[in-house]
């Protein structure tokens, strides 16, 4: 669109960020300062990093709409500039707000960088300290904007009762060498790509992964939970570091794995950045706005808002934040075609300003419900923050949000290694947790809204919940005192060093019971990568800063835990060839809860075992009928309703290839009575029409 002649001098206020102009071959920046008495925009070449080949001091009477500094710059002015920062002092004079964090020195990032070069000499604590950080600072790329990619004939598709999420973490997925994965793209998305056709065989139907988005090299966080910047892709997650590689690296991902018809999810963190509290660096936001972006405290002596857990939190009811978050949002939907976002912490979205929580509909809710863009993406919520505020389920802003169940989690591992009195809440969990998501007309939440997982990255992996009883993250630097405290079981013996053949049988077992009860439950199933063959971190639950083996998959588990490979290989297919598991509504009257001996479902704090019959009414396809023993006996359950041929399909008991046998060829039951072993699941199926059925 042309504008303006004097936009030619003064630039635009929008798009934030850097933008290429190519009829007039020139660039656009555009930065978010409001409170700023003064802006400086530096541009550097490839060698020369300390001083700006050319730099632009804005006129706030020219360069400036409101809170907004701009200009433009012509490619004839640039010359062979590749990178770009600012440097911003103030406060403005009459400034109301006289928080902040101004130095004239910092060489400062664009919160708006498409793509981020750090310098051989970037240090940490040059940000850290006072004064000119000029060389060792991280600069935005000015040629990411032109950027082509060709997305080709990419499908694109949503699951329905075939959501399968996959937690993953980009590097720890390849980055050990039993990956087979070229040496070159170990530990990075097109590792990724080559293991496409390894997720395609497991079943699963969406990625969720662990952040991307770019975060400080020096921070010791490998996991990526704090972020530089919420538009780039990290760098060191390219096989090749120049701007055009990083992003079309992660689109040639996104693209394969929607060819593969896996949808894409990102878990994005936008209640904290890298910057932490005042000991802190200073990267981009606190010396752009401190006030505008950050959530303050009423004590001097830590001035940063803590309800993330990391020094800060993002004032994500301000305006400018809303906007850079819905903008973040947006471009990594649009641009980077990612299918979802998982976001962390979700909850602080729900404090104000000052941090009281609104218990009203937050501004930002609202915000990306609004916005056409983000219409057909998913959105999950972690629904709770690091100080307190837990809103799982209906108490949770985003109504139509998909939400982390944390109390699915705490009732299977807390059933599965035998706790009393669980048998109520396991018939909850399984049916969709209606306690939490109401199954009601007034409110008309779906099951499928729960995100249903036994474990995540946040905590042991499934192996170690049935390996350990104590959690050993003594590498981790805090005297074992991190980490969440899980309801594991290690089944007699600690850790794997000289554990009996009776115990691993046994862990083995427990690890397809929860497999099974996963697949199972009403919802939507996740689970980490790595525990499809056990893949174990030595029992340490909080491996944040292990870039190592610890976190590392170990592919050569894969090759030793080929039973359980299939086991859970099978049970996705299992829940993807029965859509009456996963449907759009809760079961309703198409479940009736039984008991073993009895009909009568026992609810006993004793008890720890129950039967249920799913009704397939609504696609005439297969019924099932579920035994699940949780005690140290075995149990004769009788199956009802007791006319019918039922062919049993899985017992978590009995060895590969008894444990799970899909085909309709399975065994049919000569009796009316099971015997379920100790600690073990049983299905059965029964391929019917229910046309004229009256056993209801």
Known sequence: MQGPSWEQDDGKPRPLGVAWLEPEQAYNFAIHAGNARSVT???YLKDELRVPWHSVELDPLKNKSGPIWH???????????????YQVDGPVEDSALPWHAFDPEKVLLDPYSRSIFFPDCFNREAARSPGSNAGRSPLGRLDVCRCPFDWGDEPRIRHGSDLVIYEMHVRGFTRDPSSDVDPSNRGTFAGVVEKIPYLKELGVTAVELMPVFQFDPEDNNYWGYMPLNFFSPHHAYSSHHSSCEQHSQFREMVRELHAAKIEVILDVVYNHTCEGDHRGPTYSYRGIDNDVYYVASSDPASPYANFSGTGNTLDTSHPTVRSLIVDSLRYWAKEMHVDGFRFDLASVFSRDSEGNINLQQPPLFDQIASDPDLANVRLIAEPWDAAGLYQLGSSFPGQTWMQWNGRYCDTLQRFVRGDDGMVPDLMTRLYGSSDLFPDHPSQSFRP???INYVTSHDGFTLYDVVAYNDKHNEANGQNNHDGPNEYSSNNGWEGDADAPQ???????????NFCCLLMLSAGTPMFRMGDEFMQTQGGNNNPYNQDNETSWLDWHRLE???EVFRFFKQMIAFRKKHPSIGRSTFWREDIRWFGAEDPNIDMSAQSHGLAY????????????YVMVNGSKDSRHFVVHPRDRDWQRVIDTSLPSPLDIQCEESSPV?????YRVNPRSVVVLQQFTSHTGDTQR
Do not use: T, W
């Open 669 to 673: 039951l000569n009796q009316h009575a």
């Open 448 to 450: 499928f809204q729960s």
């Open 560 to 562: 030793s835990n080929q």
């Open 502 to 512: 009776s115990v691993r049988d046994l862990r083995k077992r427990q690890v397809k």
């Open 41 to 43: 925009l530096l541009m």
């Open 613 to 624: 019959h799913l009704r397939d009414s609504r696609n005439s396809g297969c019924d099932l």
């Open 71 to 85: 200009c433009r710059v012509p490619i004839s002015e640039a010359g062979d500039a590749e990178y770009y920062a």
